[in-house]
């Protein structure tokens, strides 16, 4: 079969069939082989994989997959693309179409019926109006996934891969802390798909905690803390958590607790690692009590 994430590849199926591409789907296709295979490669697919591919296009990403995992599950919301896959790879019993938004599938449901007992990865080219709901999806959804290697707008890439204290260092960097650690594969031109984004993307690689690197009491609160830490930036923490978020506790208290676990009451939140907010968290508790 003809490679598909080329120019030329990707050409040849769209034009057999009444395609029109959808901006409102975050449509740019690969047609970059050289990225494809540092995808893949860092995906480290064997055998004993079964990859959950969301979005998969015209099957630029899917058809490697295939020949490297014991299973392929990918999810397309577009209609005009189910033929096209279907006519690809329909014919592979290691091939499973679901034609949903990922977003409103019941992930755990299908992993269970399709994944029967084997590793589970994700590997996509993620439609980047929805790279962070369906990253904090697959997270907080505590699916069994070994690893994550998507590829995302390049300032995404950048936030998630942020230390403490960068400016790019947000709460949605801290919670994902708490759940994978995160690499940078390798940086994507604009030139690298049809067709072409207005911004430049990166590949990164989320490999998960067997078991969370802290150990929180009240993991509710942990993400509520977070949340408010980062809601207003320039706020010091004891400010910023007394006006977005009711702890239980007077603002007051707030202060003590930030001075007895060391870490302040005038420290910014974007300074804290999911270390400090841990035993903030578990600190709240124990005044409440
Ligand atoms: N994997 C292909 C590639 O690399 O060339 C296509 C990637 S393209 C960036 C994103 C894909 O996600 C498109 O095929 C798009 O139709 C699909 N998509 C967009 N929103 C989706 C959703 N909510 N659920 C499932 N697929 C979606």
Redo the contacts with the bound molecule.
């Keep these: 079969m003809q490679k598909i994430?080329t120019v030329e590849g990707t050409k040849n199926i769209i034009n057999k069939y009444p395609f029109a591409f959808?901006k409102k789907?975050?449509?740019?296709?690969?047609v970059e082989p050289s990225i494809l295979d540092k995808i893949i490669s860092s995906a480290n697919i064997t055998k004993e994989d079964c990859v959950l591919?969301?979005?998969?296009?015209?099957g630029?990403?899917t058809q490697p997959l295939l020949e490297k995992a014991g299973k392929v599950v990918a999810?397309?919301?577009?209609n005009q693309?189910i033929p096209i896959l279907n006519e690809q790879f329909g014919h592979n019993e290691h091939f499973k179409l679901i034609h949903?938004?990922?977003?409103k599938v019941d992930l755990q449901q299908l992993l269970d019926e399709e994944a029967c007992g084997m590793k589970i990865k994700v590997v996509?080219?993620?439609?980047?109006y929805?790279t962070t709901p369906i990253i904090m999806l697959l997270l907080e959804s505590r699916l069994p996934l070994e690893s994550i290697t998507v590829?995302v707008q390049k300032e995404v890439a950048d936030r998630l891969n942020a230390p403490a204290g960068n400016k790019q260092y947000g709460a949605i960097t801290a919670s994902m802390n708490y759940y994978c650690t995160s690499k940078l594969v390798t940086n994507v031109p604009r030139q690298c798909f049809m067709p072409s984004p207005n911004v430049s993307s990166a590949v990164i690689q989320l490999n998960l905690h067997k078991t969370p690197p802290v150990d929180v009491g009240n993991e509710e609160q942990f993400f509520k803390i977070i949340k408010g830490a980062f809601a207003q930036r320039r706020k010091t923490l004891l400010n910023t958590l007394t006006s977005t978020s009711d702890f239980g506790i007077s603002k007051d208290q707030l202060r003590d607790v930030l001075e007895e676990t060391g870490i302040g009451a005038s420290t910014r939140g974007e300074t804290l690692g999911i270390y400090e907010f841990a035993k903030l968290s578990d600190a709240i508790d124990t005044k409440r009590i």
């Design positions: 994430a959808q789907f975050g449509q740019n296709f690969l591919e969301i979005g998969p296009g015209i630029s990403v999810i397309e919301i577009d693309l949903k938004d990922v977003l996509a080219n993620l439609p980047y929805i590829m």
